[in-house]
């Protein structure tokens, strides 16, 4: 699937509650699916998009396909990913306290808005992309404001291929605050 709309999908968030594709309408996401043997790439797609982007100008929502975790094991797996998942927004209130504007003028927003990890146990999100192979090969996918696909990336290089249609969609990156303390 490269062109038309993006599907709605229902995930349920690592910290709880659902969460809708549909919800981002409105404004450009980037959807990161990634399995098994493609953390490393979904890690490395997701740190070069929030590098260069806040969770707040630029949604990321991370679905993890989880399809061929057994029953028996997915209250463990998802523990694991829970730790992982808390780790991130560790470093994203880290980052943004140390951003000393930030801190000043703009609360910091509840994490599980800006953090977005979607378990995907039964494969939904791969399949209503069109998606195969995602546990060896991860994929970003830009949708833009009006819901439509804008663009795909897979693999190691998926954050490059699709940031430069998201400079396309996206307000441009606020620079950080330089900070010192003299």
Known sequence: MEAGQAPDIVLDHITGGSIRL?????????????????VAQARHALGAITARYRP???????????AGVPRFARGMVKALIRRGYDETVRELVAD????????RQMPLADPARLVVWLLDWEGEGARRFG????DA???AIV????GAIRCMGRGEHAAEQVLAVVATLAPEPRPRAVTSDA
């Open 96 to 103: 943004r306290l140390a951003d000393r504007w930030v801190a």
């Open 131 to 134: 998606l195969v192979g995602i």
């Open 22 to 38: 549909d919800a981002y309408r409105g404004r450009p996401v980037v959807v990161l699916i990634g399995g098994r043997d493609s």
């Open 137 to 139: 090969c991860a994929c």
């Open 56 to 66: 707040d100008d630029l949604p990321v929502v991370v679905i993890l396909h989880l």
């Open 143 to 146: 949708i833009d404001a009006a």
